[in-house]
């Protein structure tokens, strides 16, 4: 089965980094539009970053344009969200998310990671 397992969720401060990981498994990796989702509880699901099939194409909410960078190693099936200058607001459980099209769903989610940033 699909497997989207995210991992380098924690405590940082104001203005500091960290580095999520989502490692996938039981799909043709290179077949796949990834991404980041954070949520907050109580409030809807924001899409954070996407990235394309060939890692040449990405897409940040405005939000987190120019602190966040997404990446994706289609050697080691994974993708990476750098997260620098981080704000309280990133606060949130952030999923690994994964799709064969644009126009569909996001058909696999992970578990999630937390993060919490503090002031």
């Known amino acids: 089965q699909v497997q989207l397992v995210e991992s380098g969720g924690g405590l940082a401060q104001a203005g500091g980094s960290l580095r999520l990981s989502c490692a996938a498994s039981?799909?043709?990796?290179?077949?796949?539009?990834m991404g980041w989702f954070r949520q907050v509880p109580g409030s809807e699901r924001e899409r954070v970053a996407i990235i394309n099939r060939g890692g040449d194409v990405t897409n940040y909410a405005d939000s987190v344009r120019g602190r966040f960078t997404i990446s994706r190693d289609d050697a080691e099936n994974t993708i990476y969200l750098q997260m620098d200058n981080l704000k309280p607001e990133d606060t949130a459980t952030y999923y690994c998310v994964a799709r064969r099209a644009v126009r569909s769903n996001y058909e696999h989610w992970g578990r999630g990671t937390q993060v919490t940033v503090s002031s």
């Open positions: 039981g799909l043709i990796f290179n077949n796949y539009i």
